[in-house]
Structure formats: structure tokens, C-alpha cells
């Protein structure tokens, strides 16, 4: 007999507002999964819509909700034009990082290209470092509230996330 696999998608079509220098609107944007048996393999995460003009200001956070947490994304991108409408798929499995660079495809692995500023108040806050793979997941049970924090560190650059985010979780369910 092999592993029996469960999987769900799981999303927040709600509009994420990047605000200049602050944390995002809402903060943190919350997605809650239930009715998922078993315990997490594998979690991919995903940004729907993301317009910024400087994602090197951008710090992306997800948090189970078991507390476990990885960046998403941070310090990428350097430099203008920034991006338009981009869909972003975190994936460990990936075989891209985004770099200092403007990312110009759709799936990518965490990418942290600096140390994790400290986040605005509401985010978890422990000294770095913070989670570098999705996997920090795997083996916990994921029915909870997970939350996306969302902030930009810098002046003079503001942006949305105009379809929400989504999760996508297999699971070991007997």
C-alpha cells in the first residue's frame, strides 16, 4: 500500500493594498484551510496580480498556522521598471530564483536576497532568520489560518496585489 494523497487550493481573491513604506492593507491578509486530512508534503504559495515599481522594497511573509514561516520574497528585483500584474508561484521545486533582477517568469523558489528587514508591528518577530523553503511545513497539520504579511521598507513606491493570493497544499492523508 503507498501514500494515499489529499490535496486543496485554497485562496483570498481580496485586493492587497502595498502601501508606501508600511505595512499592507490588510496585514496580515489571511487565508483559512480546513477539511484538509492528514499532514502537509508539499506547499506551494502564490501572488495573484502584483503591480510595484521597485520590488526590492517588497517583503513577502507567509505564516502557517502552526507559527512556522518563510519569506517569500525579499530584496529581488532591484531597480526599476517593477512589474505589472505579475503572478508569482513559490515553489520549492522550482528551478528559478529571483534575483536582482526583475523576475519576468512564474514560478519561483523562496528567494531572499538580503537580511529580512524587521517587519512592521502584527508580523511575527524573531530575530532572522526567518524560513528559506516552503518545506518548514511539511509534517504539520494544515488546517489553521495561514497569513500573507505584505510591507515595503522604502519611500516613494506603491503597489497592490489585485487578485489576492492562493495555496496549494498535498498532505499525507492515510
Request: aromatic share 6%; proline share 8%.
Amino acid at each position: 500500500m503507498g501514500i494515499r494523497l489529499c490535496e486543496g487550493t485554497f485562496s483570498n481573491p481580496e485586493l492587497i493594498t502595498i502601501n508606501d513604506a508600511a505595512a499592507a492593507t490588510p496585514y496580515p491578509s489571511t487565508i483559512t484551510v480546513s477539511g484538509l486530512a492528514g499532514t502537509i508534503l508539499k506547499v506551494t504559495a502564490t501572488v495573484h496580480g502584483l503591480t510595484h515599481t521597485y520590488l526590492a522594497d517588497l517583503h513577502l511573509l507567509l505564516v502557517g498556522p502552526n507559527g512556522q514561516n518563510v519569506v517569500l520574497m525579499d530584496d529581488v528585483g532591484n531597480g526599476n521598471p517593477g512589474v505589472v500584474n505579475a503572478t508569482y508561484t513559490f515553489d520549492d521545486d522550482s528551478p528559478n530564483v529571483m534575483t536582482n533582477t526583475i523576475p519576468t517568469l512564474d514560478n519561483y523558489k523562496p528567494s531572499n536576497n538580503g537580511l529580512l528587514d524587521n517587519l512592521p508591528a502584527g508580523a511575527p518577530q524573531q530575530p532572522p532568520p526567518y524560513g528559506t523553503a516552503l518545506s518548514v511545513f511539511n509534517g504539520t497539520d494544515p488546517n489553521g489560518t495561514w497569513s500573507l504579511y505584505v510591507s515595503d521598507d522604502a519611500g516613494a513606491d506603491v503597489g497592490t496585489i489585485n487578485n489576492g493570493w492562493s495555496l496549494h497544499i498535498i498532505t499525507d492523508c492515510g
